[in-house]
């Protein structure tokens, strides 16, 4: 683009620096050329006016204020709340919040309480000791607990509720009694919304439990670990027992394994309860049934099941040396069951059909008579401790202290048989009748023996036996039929252990 025509094409270098000194700008925002005292110049530039309207440095502005308001709030609320908790932990701690907990659970449980060292926190509240006591007619008699540990809900700081997820504790001891004669009765089940102590769980690891008749110990189960869920999927209370020592009054020492109850309304259901054997782990007896503690006229039914259980579990230790083994439930109709009265005369009955364990077997030993059979059936030891893996069952009663023995039914094929019954009494007596058999080709012709036994049967010639004396040292009536026997004529004297010899002789033990 061309030059204006006013101005040349081309300047100088002289021409260039005079027009760089020539006269300022006419335009005022340019600035003013003034000389300095010192002679330099300089361009004076007028000062421009700031805009009185920022939006951003506002906005800024406004964000602060609302940040310190936020925060003064947030304190604010925060020592509100402090002062809140900590009036309320204070309240907690009081005398009269603890008379308001031990009333909110006289009303959870209808019993008497003592609550001790009672201390709480804003998660958890604590006591020493815990003391219920329910009055009579009611199946609870009293509860203790120590150690006691309570997961609260925030709500439970407002006095009318103690409600949270779990209570433990270290130690605790139920015990049950039987009403005594003439007395109602009492049942105290109620609405969940009428309960104003809640929790999901309650839990120990060391649990005690007694039930007595008229002060009088029936049962005992402890150092068991314990829990109780107040609600489960099925919507009622469950107790689940794990491990314990078990004493029955009259029964053989046993130790439970574990055991699921429900509580359904004023019945007991008992899902199942497992126990073993005081020195074995490998075989367990299992009860199950409902129970109604409130109802004394209605009978109670447990059915039983045997696994690989052994005898004296059941029968004890001292009938049980004379017949030992391991046995299993079988169906039956009339039995299998733990019956049993909720009143102070229970009259617990047991009935249990049994087989021998098909990888075990059941053996006899103790009975004078063995010891003869074996000596006339030319020394033949098996028949000392005789046993049965195959073919062996019978009915174990137990019932007002006596043990018996019913419908046995012992083979050993080709070698003996045993049938009939025993029972055992409180102080140990025995009594019964059994039916011995013998296979007629074992007996020599010119035995005695063969003129004890009667007509073959079933591929066995039997004996009649009586049975008595006690479990430590039972007794039979074989010498008596051995005595009686008529003598077989024989070509020459016997010698002094066979055939001639007396009962005493062949049974001396060697």
Same mark, same amino acid.
Request: a neutral charge.
């Given at each position: 683009m061309s030059a204006a025509p006013s101005e040349p094409e081309k300047y100088s270098i002289d021409e260039m620096m005079d027009r760089l000194k020539g006269s300022p700008s006419e335009n005022p925002e340019d600035g003013e050329l003034v000389t300095r005292s010192d002679g330099s110049q300089a361009i004076r530039v007028r000062k421009r006016k700031r805009r009185s309207n920022q939006p951003h440095k506002d906005q800024t502005e406004r964000t602060r204020r609302a940040r310190i308001i936020q925060v003064s709030a947030a304190l604010i609320l925060v020592f509100v709340a402090a002062l809140a908790v900590g009036g309320a932990v204070i309240y907690a701690n009081s005398s009269p919040f603890r008379e308001g907990i031990v009333g909110m659970i006289h009303q959870s449980t209808g019993a008497k309480a003592e609550l001790k060292m009672f201390r709480m926190n804003p998660k958890t509240a604590n006591a020493g000791n815990l003391a219920l006591e329910w009055p009579a007619g009611h199946l609870f008699q009293s509860?203790?607990?120590?150690?006691?540990?309570? $997961?609260?809900?925030?709500?439970?700081?407002?006095?009318?509720?103690?409600? !949270? $997820? $779990?209570?433990?504790?270290?130690e605790g001891t139920l015990s049950l009694q039987i009403p005594n004669p003439g007395e109602a009765p009492l049942a105290t089940a109620k609405a969940e919304s009428a309960i104003p102590i809640q929790f999901k769980r309650y839990r120990t690891s060391n649990f005690n439990i007694a039930l007595t008749n008229q002060g009088s110990p029936i049962l005992k189960l402890y150092k068991s670990e314990a829990s109780l869920s107040s609600q489960t999927v099925a919507g009622l209370p469950q107790m689940r027992l794990y491990r314990g020592d078990l004493a029955v009054t009259g029964w053989p020492n046993l130790r439970m394994n574990r055991a699921l109850v429900d509580f359904r309304g004023s019945e007991i259901d008992v899902v199942g309860l497992t126990v073993h054997h005081p020195t074995d782990d490998r075989g367990s007896l299992e009860l199950s049934?409902?129970?109604?503690?409130?109802?004394?006229? =209605?009978?109670?039914?447990?059915?039983?099941?045997?696994?690989?259980?052994?005898?004296? !579990?059941?029968?004890?230790? =001292?009938?049980?040396?004379?017949?030992?083994?391991?046995? *299993?439930?079988?169906?039956?109709?009339?039995?299998?069951?733990?019956?049993?009265?909720?009143t102070a005369n229970a009259s617990p009955t047991l009935d249990i059909a049994f087989s021998v364990t098909p990888t075990a077997n059941i053996e006899l030993q103790g009975f004078p008579f063995l010891i003869g059979i074996a000596r006339l059936l030319d020394e033949d030891d098996w028949f000392e401790k005789p046993f049965f893996d195959s073919d062996?069952?019978?009915?174990?009663?137990?019932?007002? !202290?006596?043990?018996?023995?019913? *419908?046995?039914?012992?083979?050993?094929? !080709?070698?003996?048989?045993? =049938?009939? $019954?025993?029972?055992?009494?409180p102080n140990m007596e025995l009594s019964g009748n059994l039916q011995v058999g013998v296979p007629d080709a074992m007996i020599p012709k010119t035995s005695r023996l063969k003129s004890m036994v009667g007509p073959p049967k079933d591929g066995f010639r039997w004996i009649a036996l009586k049975i008595g004396g006690s479990a430590v040292s039972p007794t039979d009536n074989f010498k008596d039929l051995y005595t009686e026997a008529a003598a077989v004529k024989e070509p020459s004297p016997a010698p002094a252990d066979t055939e001639g010899s007396t009962f005493e002789e062949l049974t001396r033990p060697r």
């Open positions: 509860f203790t607990c120590r150690g006691i540990n309570a $997961e609260v809900f925030p709500t439970s700081f407002l006095g009318k509720s103690l409600n !949270g $997820e $779990e209570v433990t504790f270290e049934g409902t129970i109604s503690p409130y109802k004394p006229d =209605q009978v109670s039914n447990l059915v039983v099941g045997l696994d690989s259980f052994l005898v004296s !579990g059941i029968a004890g230790p =001292q009938l049980g040396r004379l017949i030992s083994g391991r046995i *299993d439930s079988v169906s039956s109709a009339k039995s299998n069951y733990l019956s049993f009265l909720p062996a069952t019978g009915v174990i009663h137990r019932e007002k !202290g006596v043990i018996s023995f019913r *419908d046995l039914n012992f083979v050993s094929k !080709g070698r003996m048989a045993i =049938q009939g $019954e025993i029972a055992m009494t």
